[in-house]
């Protein structure tokens, strides 16, 4: 198996993933690990209008920041099941994960007998 190929792979994502979720949060500095929404801007005005594009906006923001996160997490655990020499077995099995499913989706924890 390509671990060095795939270990780039996940880090190149890591990267990305992490420049992606600081468009709309950042790093939270009480939970280690965790992300948060960026804080609102202070000037917004208080015209009713646009507060309520201000709520949709944040709304839409905080699922974004959730599917992220959750990618980004699965990256991290993939790039730690590489320092342990696991990466690339099964967790239900114990079989060696098909190199096309890592290849589709290198943080793959299952062979494609367990999706």
């Given at each position: 198996?390509?671990?060095?190929?795939?270990?780039?792979?996940?880090?190149?994502?890591?990267?990305?993933?992490?420049?992606?979720?600081?468009?709309?949060?950042?790093?939270?500095?009480?939970?280690?690990?965790?992300?948060?929404?960026?804080?609102?801007?202070?000037?917004?005005?208080?015209?009713?209008?646009?507060?309520?594009?201000?709520?949709?906006?944040?709304?839409?923001?905080?699922?974004?920041?959730?599917?992220?996160?959750?990618?980004?997490?699965?990256?991290?655990?993939?790039l730690?099941?590489?320092?342990?020499?696991?990466?690339g077995?099964?967790?239900?099995?114990?079989?060696?994960?098909?190199?096309?499913?890592?290849?589709?989706?290198?943080?793959?924890?299952?062979?494609?007998?367990?999706?």
């Open positions: 198996m390509k671990i060095e190929y795939f270990k780039k792979k996940l880090e190149e994502e890591k990267m990305r993933l992490e420049s992606e979720m600081g468009t709309i949060g950042r790093k939270n500095v009480t939970v280690p690990g965790d992300w948060e929404l960026s804080p609102l801007d202070p000037s917004i005005e208080s015209n009713p209008v646009d507060q309520a594009d201000v709520i949709t906006n944040r709304e839409n923001d905080v699922a974004v920041l959730a599917d992220l996160e959750a990618r980004y997490d699965a990256i991290l655990v993939a730690s099941r590489i320092d342990k020499n696991t990466y077995k099964c967790e239900v099995c114990g079989k060696e994960i098909e190199e096309a499913r890592l290849e589709a989706d290198p943080s793959a924890t299952t062979c494609t007998e367990h999706l």
